[in-house]
Each structure stands twice: as structure tokens, then as C-alpha cells.
């Protein structure tokens, strides 16, 4: 047999044999709506004249894209949200602050392995991560499978992604697949499906971040291989037929940075050393999750952000926001003098928490970089991994993290001091709130009680 | 006659309408206003029903924003033919009933401003430095297209067209 994993799970559900090019039609085995598009999807569903979805127990709605509402606009359309899910009687409802859809979708179970599921969101090639053909569609798509329980597709080709080694310190599957996306470029899988090879036992959340970037590369899907969660007859063919065959070696990996304003045109991180940012974001439904924010953290643990740097961090869901103030992740990067945002998605899309300005330079653990995607179509957008992104709060500049990873404190100190000495003069610098009363309990402990406390 | 509106390669659905104009964010009635509004100033505003946007490679790469053919749609964008399509925004035309078209040479021979002219029966985007040939569309879209798009089609017929 010659079946790629997508052909696998596409002649199952089908009930058909089917290859690449053939169109079938499938039943979805979950349907995930958020609150960008709702309007447009109950317009949908009104103008097919359902009243009802198909199934209430395999809908998951979410409030995530502009969360907490920023406007009155918005926060029209997520009351007008609430009432629809409340009226449908649909039971799987996450409302704001709960955290970006596709990372309550994998880590809460609702994405069945070798299923197809539709999303009314392009990265819902998420689920994936765990073996389920995830994709993304628009509002009117998104409406039909509602009303059908049902999905239209062509069959994708596939492209095998192999990865050969290990991730040497500093380095992180973020890096990994911003190198495939390098190989392959934005429209490199357009219509295709990206299959990953010799990843299947990755920590889950490495597993969404390679299968949610395979958007940024035009693929209909992208799944793991071999993951914990995958029933046994959920693999490819043995001599399965590939549009094409990338492999990369993670053992010679070097951090990559995605330039503005393309996702594909990225280079290592020594020809980027040295670019001033002006905000940092760490979050996003790629790089948000706890050992993003770990890897963060063992940057900048006990330090500070340089002045004139913002640090906005948005935990990917409650879960990994609770995991990090557990483990003191979370108290360590606030007291570096990170925001943080309530988990969703945040400034990743430009809507609410921390929108770029004109002329402001971001680096974002993020996965976009167009023109205008996180605010004024005059900012730029770099993307990186935690580690860089952490550097570069802690420094002003993009650098390559290595180093700082494995520098003692004198080395640490003085590489932070260069970068930052280096740095053009730009934006204010900021004080921490606490700081000044900090210093002023500081000063009155020298010189004994100021104040009789006489109540 | 309608006019050619001549785009590049990668066009994303954030240059059409970018996020911060959603629907949802300035309300059904105006996000239109806002059609590549840092992209191509303008073009909202002049834009006439019928014209036909032209571009190269992976036309409408990006977010699935259904919005930004909804845009297209409420402006009367008569199609689009490009050298290939991102595939959500694909099927967002299909589903709103615009058509959008696979063609080789369009963006080569077309220049922006052209009057032009879609003979679909021919195959053909007339120009007036030639025609450009323009790939037919598989008889599953072609069938959504005509009914006007995927809701009418499901309204009449009560599924999808056979495969």
C-alpha cells in the first residue's frame, strides 16, 4: 500500500479508498467556532435556514480572538455569542480569558485522533498534534459543517517532514519548524498535507507548535506521526507516495529568525544580532504554554527588562497560566516586569493587549509577521523562539541566546550590558511598579522607624 | 467595462481587510469600507462592481477571514484569477459565490487599470495586450458557483453537490 496518513484517515471516514486529488465528503467528528466569527457563521446558519446544529456535543465555541472585549462593538458580539450558545444548548463553551481555542482543543481531548475536525480558525492544523486532520475554513464553511455534521475536501498530497537528531541546548522545535518553513516557503504546501516523522514522543505542546505552523506553509493539514495519543492503525503506508521529502537535523540547528514582514524569510540568528526591538511578545497559540514561559523564565529569572523594553506575556490557556504561577514561572517573569495578559490570543492578531504602534519593532513567539497583522501596518514583526525572545527583553536586541544559557553570572551580566550599551536610543525608559516603595522601607530600615504606628 | 486590479504574489487576507477592521470590530455595515485600506488606498472607493482583481502566486494566503471575500462580495468584485490560490481563501469564493480562477499568464499580461473581460465559456481573461487563458473549474465548484454560492446551493438542493 502506498496511502499517506492523510489518504489513511480520509478513505476511513470516507468509507472509500480514496488518494490524493479524489473530493470527498466526510462527517467531522467536532466543529470549533471562536468569537471572530460568529456573526458571519449564525448569518450561515440562518441563511441555510437551520435553526439547530447538527450536534451540540461536537461543537466547542470559544472566546479567545478579542478577549476580554476591547471595543463596545465587540463586546456586542460576544453577548450576541453567549446568547447563541446558551440557545443552541451547546454544552462545550469557553469564554474569555479561558485561553486560545486549538490549546484547550488538544490539551482538554476534544481533538479524536485519525478524525477530521473543521475550525473556523487558519491554525486549526493544531490538532494535528495529536493525529486528527485539523482544518481550518471560513465562516460559510464553517456554518455548513455546523448544519451538515458534514465537510466537503480534496484530498491533500502530502510533504514528509523528518527530523534526524536532537535539540542541543537553546534550541527549540519553534526553531525547528520556522527551518521547515524556510525549506518550503509560505505557499510550499499549499493544498497539501505536512506530515511529521521521528517527533511522535515529543512533550505534547512541541507536537502544536510543529503542526500549527504548517498553516503558515499553505497546508490544508499537518500531522504528527506516531503520537502517544494514536491508535495503531493511524500511520502511513510503509511505501506511502510523497509530493516531496524534507528532512532536517536538529543536532546542527541554529535559532531562526523569521524577518519582517514574511513568515518564510528566515535566517539564523547571527544575521539578525543586534536588531533593536521595542516590544516583546511571548504567547500565542504556538509558544504560549508552560515550558515556553519556563524557557523564558531561566532567561530573565532575577533580572529586569531592559528600560525601554515591554514584555507582554499571554498564556496560551488557564491551565498552562496556572502550571507557571505554580511553579513560580509566572511571579518570575512579572517581577522581570512582564505584563501579563489574560490567556487567549492577545496582540498576536492585532485585535486587544499590547497592539504595535508605527515604527515599533516586535519580536513575537508568534507565528505571523505580515504587514499590519499585530497593529499599525508601519510596526515590524520578527519571530523567534521563547529563548530569543527573552534575550531580547532582556537586552533590547535580537542575540543569539546560546551564550546567555550558558555564561556565568559575571558573563551573563556583561553580555546584557554590551547588547544593551549597543543598543539605538529608542522609546522611554521605564521604573517597575514597587520598586520606589521598595527602595524608600530600604532607606527607612537604615535609619530606624519614621513613622509611631498609633492606632 | 469592468477594470483589472493587478496584485502580487503571498497577497494576504491581512491586506485585505486587516484585523483590527473585522466585522466584528467596526460592524457589518462599514468593514467593507476598509478593502486594502493600507494595501491599495483607494480601492474601496472606487472599486466598481464586476471588476476583477488579478494576482500571482498564493492569492489570499494567510488568516481564514471569510471577511475579506465578504468584502469583496459587498464591493461586487466580479472574480479573481490568479497563478494559484491559497486553499481557504478559495473555497471562501467558491462558498460566497465569486469566481476565483487558475491562470498562468494573467498577472504577466494584464496590467493594473486594464479594461478586461471574463469569457468563462472561452477559458479566456480578454486584455487589451492579449488574453490570458484561465483554467476551468472542477464541476463540484462550478456547480456551488452558479447556484451563487454554497448556501444557496445547500437551500436548493439540501447537499453537496455529488463528488
Known amino acids: 500500500m502506498t496511502r499517506t496518513l492523510a489518504e489513511v484517515i480520509l478513505s476511513r471516514v470516507s468509507g472509500r479508498d480514496v488518494r490524493a486529488g479524489d473530493l470527498v465528503i466526510v462527517p467531522v467528528s467536532r466543529v470549533m467556532v471562536h468569537d471572530s466569527v460568529i456573526d458571519a457563521v449564525m448569518a450561515g446558519l440562518r441563511d441555510l435556514g437551520r435553526e439547530q446544529v447538527w450536534d451540540t456535543a461536537k461543537v466547542c465555541v470559544f472566546v479567545d480572538h478579542a478577549a476580554p472585549a476591547p471595543t463596545p462593538v465587540v463586546a456586542d458580539s460576544h453577548r450576541v455569542l453567549r446568547e447563541w450558545v446558551r440557545e443552541q444548548r451547546i454544552p462545550t463553551f469557553y469564554d474569555a480569558g479561558e485561553g486560545v481555542c486549538h490549546q484547550i482543543m488538544v490539551e482538554e481531548g476534544y481533538c479524536e485522533p485519525g478524525s477530521v475536525i473543521v475550525g473556523s480558525d487558519s491554525h486549526s492544523n493544531s490538532y494535528g498534534a495529536v493525529g486528527a486532520f485539523g482544518a481550518g475554513m471560513g465562516a460559510t464553511d464553517v456554518a455548513v459543517a455546523l448544519a451538515l455534521g458534514r465537510t466537503w475536501l480534496r484530498v491533500p498530497e502530502s510533504i514528509k517532514v523528518t527530523f534526524t537528531g536532537r535539540l542541543r541546548k537553546g534550541i527549540t522545535m519553534k526553531d525547528a519548524i520556522m527551518r521547515v518553513v524556510r525549506e518550503i516557503g509560505t505557499d510550499g504546501a499549499r493544498y497539501a498535507c505536512v506530515e511529521f516523522h521521528g517527533v511522535g514522543d515529543l512533550p505534547q505542546g512541541d507536537r502544536i507548535t510543529l503542526a500549527g505552523m504548517t498553516t503558515e506553509m499553505g497546508a490544508k493539514a499537518g500531522i504528527v506521526v506516531g503520537t502517544p495519543e494514536a491508535p495503531t492503525w493511524l500511520r502511513p503506508d510503509r511505501d506511502a507516495r510523497y509530493l516531496r521529502e524534507v528532512t532536517i537535523d536538529l543536532t546542527t540547528l541554529e535559532p531562526q529568525i523569521a524577518v519582517p514582514p514574511r513568515v ?62 505554580q511553579d513560580g514561572t509566572m511571579q518570575a517573569l512579572s517581577a522581570a516586569g512582564a505584563v501579563i495578559g489574560s490567556s487567549g490570543c492577545g496582540p498576536c492578531l492585532g485585535r486587544t493587549g499590547g497592539v504595535l504602534a508605527a515604527q515599533e519593532i516586535c519580536l513575537s513567539t508568534a507565528n505571523r509577521n505580515y504587514k499590519g497583522r499585530m497593529g499599525s501596518p508601519d510596526a515590524s514583526i520578527y519571530i523567534g523562539s521563547p529563548y530569543v525572545a527573552a534575550v531580547a527583553a532582556l537586552t533590547g536586541v535580537i542575540d543569539d541566546p546560546r551564550p546567555y544559557l550558558e555564561a556565568t553570572e559575571e558573563e551573563f551580566d556583561a553580555l546584557v550590558a554590551r547588547r544593551r550599551a549597543e543598543r539605538p536610543e529608542r522609546g522611554a525608559a521605564s521604573s517597575r511598579s514597587g520598586d520606589r516603595s521598595r527602595e524608600l522601607v530600604m532607606a527607612s530600615a537604615r535609619s530606624g522607624p519614621v513613622v509611631e504606628i498609633d492606632d | 467595462m469592468p477594470r483589472a486590479w493587478v496584485f502580487g504574489d503571498d497577497l494576504d487576507t491581512d491586506q485585505m481587510v486587516p484585523g483590527r477592521y473585522a466585522p466584528f470590530m467596526v460592524g457589518q455595515d462599514k468593514f467593507h469600507t476598509y478593502a486594502f485600506c493600507d494595501a491599495r488606498p483607494g480601492f474601496a472607493k472606487e472599486v466598481r462592481p464586476g471588476d476583477i482583481l488579478v494576482g500571482g502566486e498564493n492569492f489570499g494566503c494567510g488568516s481564514s477571514r471569510e471577511y475579506a471575500v465578504a468584502a469583496l462580495a459587498k464591493l461586487g468584485v466580479g472574480a479573481v484569477v490568479a497563478k494559484s490560490f491559497a486553499r481557504i481563501f478559495f473555497r471562501n469564493c467558491i462558498n460566497l459565490g465569486i469566481p476565483a480562477l487558475e491562470s498562468a499568464d494573467a498577472v504577466e499580461i494584464v496590467r493594473d487599470g486594464d479594461d478586461v473581460t471574463l469569457d468563462v465559456a472561452a477559458g479566456l481573461l480578454r486584455a487589451p495586450r492579449g488574453d490570458a487563458a484561465v483554467r476551468p473549474l472542477a464541476s463540484f465548484a462550478q456547480e456551488i458557483l452558479s447556484a451563487g454560492g454554497v448556501v444557496a446551493y445547500l437551500r436548493e438542493h439540501g447537499d453537496f453537490p455529488r463528488v
Open chain 1, 264 to 325: 518564510d524569510q528566515v535566517v539564523d540568528v547571527s544575521a539578525a544580532v543586534g536588531q533593536p526591538v521595542d516590544i516583546v511578545f511571548l504567547g500565542s497559540c504556538t509558544n504560549g504554554r508552560l515550558v515556553d514561559m519556563q524557557q523564558a523564565a531561566s532567561v530573565l529569572r532575577g533580572r529586569r527588562v531592559a528600560p525601554h523594553v515591554r514584555l507582554e506575556v499571554v498564556p496560551s490557556s488557564r491551565r498552562q497560566f496556572e502550571l507557571a504561577m
